[in-house]
């Protein structure tokens, strides 16, 4: 009951609804497909070693340039998620006071005021630049 007295139920309203894609993401068997990449990657290391151990060897040699490049894009996708995250949520709270009071907004003829706020939120950058950074990945 403290968290009640602290924050409000429209924000965690809104924090249930923006974070369903990370529950939906952990229930999921992650796990069990990073460990047969794992395997397959090893596996496959292991043959190419067998075939032609000099073509591998000059590719193992980049193997750090890849990481390296895979660690740097992944930091970078996860804060653009949270900074979407972030936005999503500022969003969820407007929309979720607007229709809390639907009728006081539409009285006091404020729908234009709150398509304002909503564009300003909407307005950040954070949201077109995960869209170029996931597409420029795949």
């Known amino acids: 009951m403290t968290y009640l007295d602290t924050n409000s139920i429209s924000e965690l309203i809104s924090k249930l609804f923006n ?40 590719l ?6 890849v990481a ?31 229709f809390s009071s639907l009728r006081t907004v539409y009285s006091l003829n404020g729908a234009q005021f709150e398509q304002k706020r909503l564009k300003n939120i909407e307005g950040d950058e954070a949201v077109p630049r995960l869209i170029f950074l996931k597409g420029s990945i795949n």
Request: glycine share 4%; proline share 1%; net charge negative.
């Open 68 to 98: 390296i490049a895979s660690v740097i894009f992944a930091r970078v996708i996860s804060t653009e998620t949270v900074n979407e995250l972030a936005t999503y949520t500022s969003a969820g709270k407007i929309v979720q006071e607007v």
């Open 60 to 65: 193992s040699c980049l193997s750090p340039v």
């Open 19 to 58: 974070n369903i894609s990370k529950i939906e993401l952990g229930i999921n068997m992650d796990f069990l497909i990073y460990i047969a990449i794992v395997i397959t990657m090893v596996g496959s290391v292991v043959v190419s070693f067998v075939i032609n151990w000099k073509l591998s060897f000059i």
